[in-house]
């Protein structure tokens, strides 16, 4: 069973950046499809980006594609969230989630614990 844990959430103005870190470990990485979600306060769960087992096939919201990117290396067994251009409704608990088999925001089957972002407008 693979745990996961998030890091590299925080406090940044609109516009900026941030970079999303989720260790794995307990599993063999490279057996897994990754995943990135978020809840922010009083909304339900959304997915934002997934990443195949392979690296070869990637997910993204309409609400961050082009400004979000989601990247694995299998050497660190990390996946990454590069997130530019944020947005004050970027703000939320961001999960990392992990699954056999991935696709659009479906498949996940194990969790970290989150990472708050949090962006000023």
């Known amino acids: 069973q693979v745990q996961l844990v998030e890091s590299g959430g925080g406090l940044v103005q609109a516009g900026g950046s941030l970079r999303l870190s989720c260790a794995a470990s307990g599993g063999t990485f490279s057996r897994y499809g990754m995943g990135w979600f978020r809840r922010a306060p009083g909304k339900e769960r959304e997915f934002v980006a997934g990443l195949s087992r392979s690296g070869e096939v990637t997910y993204y919201s309409d609400s961050v594609k082009g400004r979000f990117t989601i990247v694995r290396d299998t050497a660190k067994n990390t996946v990454y969230l590069q997130m530019n251009s944020l947005k004050p409704e970027d703000t939320a608990v961001y999960y990392c989630?992990?699954?056999?088999?991935?696709?659009?925001?479906?498949?996940?089957?194990?969790w970290g614990q989150g990472t708050q972002v949090t962006v000023s407008s």
């Open positions: 989630a992990a699954g056999l088999v991935v696709g659009l925001g479906n498949g996940y089957n194990y």
